[in-house]
């Protein structure tokens, strides 16, 4: 299953896709880490960034869109483009958008706990094999092998 | 808009920021109109309108119209609407 998760940043959305297939993880190749927004109100550009975002999906047959969920109001809350992009993506037609609370993203880290860290994966090289321990991504309790296979970011130096 | 025959939607801009920022909501909804396929959608801010209504003037009492009153600001904006397209 191949996953698009977004985080809404000002006037950008930061992809990142990540693809779970027999308890391996990879990160395939994407030709963009953001598309962004010049001019939210003006409507055409606005058309063409929810043009472009359903291309990339059905490019890369993207399963299921997360995006990470910004309170509405408060000290801590997202900014108005941001929500106007969220629509947008919301409203691409045959995509499946699914919105996960920060607090979501904090519980299920704890019961699945990340493979590697973030910097990990920037590691020069192509595969990295990791034994860990089952539990995490079946029920049967047993130990298997995961791996990271970074064809992103193995190519550069 | 299709039942109606609408020919163009005007929509009241809201601050992005500050004070008096628009809702969350009211932007996730804004994008929803601007998005549907084949409708003229424009935004007008409170500058414009302002301006707009200084160089015409309301020819009716709002209150003569038979509108509710959460209406007004719509109808404020769909004169404006008609002001600016004939100017």
Request: include cysteine; hydrophobic fraction near 40%.
């Amino acid at each position: 299953m191949k996953i698009c998760g977004v985080e809404l940043t000002g006037s950008d959305a930061v992809v990142c896709l990540l693809n779970h297939d027999q308890g391996q993880f990879n990160l395939p190749d994407c030709r963009v880490r953001k598309l962004g927004l010049n001019r939210a109100y003006n409507r055409r550009e606005f058309q063409q960034f929810q043009f472009g975002f359903s291309k990339l999906m059905k490019d890369y047959s993207i399963d299921k869109v997360f995006i990470k969920e910004r309170m509405t109001k408060g000290k801590f809350a997202g900014g108005a483009v941001s929500f106007k992009l969220e629509a947008a993506i919301q409203l691409i037609d045959h995509l499946d958008v699914g919105l996960l609370t920060p607090a979501k993203i904090k519980a299920a880290l704890s019961e699945h706990p990340m493979l590697l860290s973030v910097s990990l994966t920037m590691i020069r090289g192509n595969l990295i094999y990791l034994i860990v321990e089952c539990g995490s991504w079946g029920s049967t309790g047993h130990t298997t092998v995961g791996s990271f296979n970074n064809s992103s970011l193995g190519s550069r130096s | 808009m299709k039942d109606y025959s609408i020919d163009k939607v005007f929509i009241k801009e809201r601050m992005t920021k500050g004070k008096f920022a628009g809702g969350a909501v009211s932007f996730k909804l804004e994008a929803a109109i601007q998005l549907i396929d084949h409708l003229d959608v424009s935004l007008l801010t409170p500058a414009k309108i302002k301006a707009a209504l200084s160089e015409h003037p309301m020819p009716v009492l709002f209150s003569e119209t038979g509108l509710k009153v959460f209406q007004e600001a719509a109808f404020t904006v769909a004169y404006v609407g008609h002001m600016s397209h004939e100017a």
